[in-house]
C-alpha cells in the first residue's frame, strides 16, 4: 500500500483542490496520471476508496469503514453504491446500500452479510482487511427520505434490509430531528439483529422486533397491532421479496400505496417466470456451457459454472450485465416476455433460458 504523504486525512474536498492545482503544471496529460501513483485515492478517472476499519455486527454480517476518495460525489441516506473488489486477480462488482449518513470526515460505511452462495459478500466480511482499495461507483437510488420530513414514519424491515434504513434512522438522530418514527424489523433471533444494539439504545424510536423462531413470520396483518395508524404514515420498507410482495398488496388494499416506499435487493419477478423449460446455455467467450433452469438468471446460472461475467447491481438497472445474443430463446424474468431476437442485448442478471442459448460472453 502507498503511504500517504500526510498525516491529515485528505477529504475529497482537500484532494479536488489538490488537484485542480496539479492541473496547471501537468498540462498536456492529466493531473490524475501523476496524483493517482502519489495516492490511489487521488485519483478521478478511477474512483477508490480505502478500507479503514471492518466492524462485525452480527452473524455473518460486518460493516466497512471505506474512505472515498477524490472523486466521491456523496450520497443520501439510503442510496446504494456499486463496489469493485479484486479477488484472485479478477475484479468483481456488486450494490451495497450504504448503511451511514453523510458524515462531516466524508467517510462511508457499507454493512454486508454473507450469504451461503456469497462469494464476494463473504470475502468483504470474512477476509478483506483495513488498508485495501476497493472501487467505488456514484451513489444511487431512490429510496431516500423526502423534504420536507414528514411528521411519523414507519420503516419495516427484515434481516439486511435495515441496511439502508439504518442510514436514515442516523441521519435523523444526527439532525436532531425528532418525527414519530416506528421501526418494525424482523429477524430469526435477537442475536441475528444487525445494529441490534444501537437501535434498541436509539432515542426517540419505537422499535418492535418479531424474532421468528420464536414469534413466527411477520405478516401485513401483524402491523394493526403493532403500529395501529400505519396507514396514516410515510412507510419505506425493506427486505425478502415475498414480505415486500405481501406488504405492497397490503397497502393497496387500503388504497394508500402512494404512501409505500420499498427497496428490493433482488428483481421483482413475474408471477410464472419460472415455469419455463429452461436449456443448455453456451458462453461463446469464456468457453463455458451449463444446464439452466428457466427461473435462473445467466448470470447466476454462468458464474455458477466458473464463468467470468460482468455484473453491476444485478437487479437490471444499470446496464452492466449484458450480453449479445447469438442464437436461442430468453425470458426477461420480472415480464414474462420471452424472445429469441439474434443480435439482441440480454441483461443476463433479469434473463433465464426458455431453451438452448448461446449468448456472446
Same mark, same amino acid.
Given at each position: 500500500m502507498?503511504? %500517504?504523504?500526510?498525516? *491529515?486525512?485528505?477529504g475529497p474536498?482537500? +484532494?479536488?483542490?489538490?488537484?485542480?492545482?496539479?492541473? /496547471?503544471?501537468?498540462?498536456?496529460?492529466l493531473p490524475?496520471?501523476? /496524483?493517482?501513483?502519489l495516492?490511489?485515492?487521488?485519483?478521478?478517472a478511477?474512483?477508490?476508496?480505502?478500507?479503514?476499519?471492518?466492524?462485525?455486527?452480527?452473524?455473518?454480517?460486518?460493516t466497512l /469503514?471505506?474512505r472515498?476518495g477524490?472523486?466521491?460525489r456523496?450520497?443520501?441516506?439510503?442510496?446504494?453504491?456499486?463496489i469493485g473488489?479484486?479477488?484472485?486477480?479478477? *475484479?468483481?462488482?456488486r450494490?451495497?446500500?450504504?448503511?451511514?449518513?453523510?458524515?462531516p470526515?466524508?467517510?462511508?460505511?457499507?454493512? !454486508?452479510?454473507? +450469504?451461503?452462495?456469497?462469494?464476494?459478500?463473504?470475502?468483504?466480511?470474512?477476509r478483506?482487511?483495513?488498508?485495501?482499495? !476497493?472501487?467505488?461507483?456514484?451513489?444511487?437510488?431512490?429510496f431516500?427520505?423526502p423534504?420536507?420530513?414528514?411528521?411519523?414514519?414507519?420503516?419495516?424491515? %427484515?434481516?439486511s434490509g435495515?441496511?439502508p434504513?439504518?442510514a436514515?434512522l442516523?441521519h435523523?438522530?444526527?439532525?436532531?430531528?425528532?418525527p414519530?418514527?416506528v421501526l418494525?424489523?424482523?429477524?430469526?433471533?435477537? +442475536?441475528?439483529?444487525i445494529f441490534?444494539?444501537?437501535l434498541r439504545?436509539m432515542?426517540?424510536? *419505537?422499535?418492535h422486533?418479531?424474532?421468528t423462531?420464536a414469534?413466527?413470520?411477520?405478516?401485513?396483518?401483524?402491523?394493526?397491532?403493532? =403500529?395501529?395508524?400505519?396507514?396514516?404514515?410515510? %412507510?419505506?420498507?425493506?427486505?425478502p421479496?415475498?414480505?415486500?410482495d405481501?406488504l405492497?398488496?397490503?397497502?393497496?388494499a387500503e388504497g394508500?400505496?402512494?404512501?409505500?416506499r420499498?427497496?428490493?435487493f433482488r428483481?421483482? /419477478?413475474?408471477a410464472g417466470?419460472?415455469d419455463g423449460?429452461?436449456?443448455?446455455?453456451?458462453?461463446?467467450?469464456?468457453?463455458v456451457e451449463?444446464?439452466?433452469?428457466?427461473s435462473?438468471p445467466?448470470?447466476?446460472?454462468?458464474?455458477r459454472?466458473?464463468a467470468?461475467?460482468?455484473?453491476?447491481?444485478r437487479?437490471?438497472? =444499470?446496464?452492466?450485465?449484458?450480453?449479445?445474443?447469438?442464437s436461442?430463446r430468453?425470458r426477461?424474468?420480472?415480464?414474462?416476455?420471452?424472445?429469441?431476437?439474434?443480435g439482441?442485448?440480454?441483461?443476463?442478471c433479469?434473463?433465464?433460458?426458455?431453451?438452448?442459448?448461446?449468448?456472446e460472453?
Amino acid at each position: 500500500m502507498t503511504p %500517504a504523504l500526510s498525516a *491529515r486525512p485528505a477529504g475529497p474536498g482537500r +484532494g479536488r483542490r489538490i488537484a485542480a492545482a496539479a492541473r /496547471l503544471l501537468t498540462t498536456p496529460l492529466l493531473p490524475e496520471d501523476y /496524483l493517482g501513483l502519489l495516492n490511489p485515492l487521488w485519483s478521478a478517472a478511477d474512483p477508490r476508496g480505502r478500507v479503514e476499519a471492518v466492524r462485525h455486527e452480527a452473524p455473518a454480517a460486518a460493516t466497512l /469503514l471505506i474512505r472515498p476518495g477524490t472523486a466521491w460525489r456523496g450520497h443520501r441516506p439510503g442510496q446504494w453504491v456499486k463496489i469493485g473488489v479484486d479477488i484472485g486477480g479478477v *475484479r468483481h462488482w456488486r450494490t451495497f446500500s450504504l448503511s451511514s449518513p453523510p458524515r462531516p470526515d466524508g467517510r462511508i460505511t457499507i454493512t !454486508v452479510k454473507a +450469504g451461503p452462495d456469497g462469494f464476494v459478500s463473504a470475502h468483504l466480511v470474512n477476509r478483506i482487511r483495513p488498508g485495501a482499495i !476497493v472501487r467505488l461507483g456514484e451513489a444511487d437510488g431512490d429510496f431516500t427520505l423526502p423534504s420536507p420530513l414528514p411528521s411519523r414514519l414507519l420503516f419495516v424491515t %427484515a434481516g439486511s434490509g435495515i441496511t439502508p434504513v439504518m442510514a436514515m434512522l442516523r441521519h435523523l438522530a444526527a439532525a436532531g430531528e425528532a418525527p414519530d418514527v416506528v421501526l418494525v424489523h424482523s429477524d430469526r433471533h435477537a +442475536g441475528d439483529v444487525i445494529f441490534g444494539g444501537e437501535l434498541r439504545r436509539m432515542p426517540g424510536l *419505537r422499535l418492535h422486533e418479531r424474532h421468528t423462531s420464536a414469534d413466527g413470520r411477520l405478516t401485513p396483518s401483524d402491523l394493526a397491532e403493532l =403500529c395501529p395508524d400505519w396507514t396514516e404514515r410515510d %412507510a419505506w420498507a425493506c427486505g425478502p421479496s415475498g414480505m415486500l410482495d405481501d406488504l405492497a398488496a397490503h397497502w393497496r388494499a387500503e388504497g394508500t400505496e402512494d404512501r409505500l416506499r420499498v427497496e428490493r435487493f433482488r428483481p421483482a /419477478l413475474a408471477a410464472g417466470t419460472g415455469d419455463g423449460e429452461g436449456g443448455r446455455v453456451r458462453f461463446t467467450e469464456s468457453g463455458v456451457e451449463t444446464d439452466a433452469d428457466g427461473s435462473t438468471p445467466l448470470l447466476d446460472a454462468g458464474e455458477r459454472a466458473g464463468a467470468l461475467l460482468p455484473s453491476g447491481c444485478r437487479m437490471g438497472i =444499470c446496464h452492466s450485465c449484458v450480453g449479445r445474443l447469438r442464437s436461442g430463446r430468453v425470458r426477461d424474468l420480472r415480464t414474462g416476455e420471452v424472445h429469441g431476437e439474434e443480435g439482441r442485448i440480454v441483461q443476463t442478471c433479469v434473463s433465464a433460458a426458455a431453451g438452448p442459448v448461446d449468448i456472446e460472453l
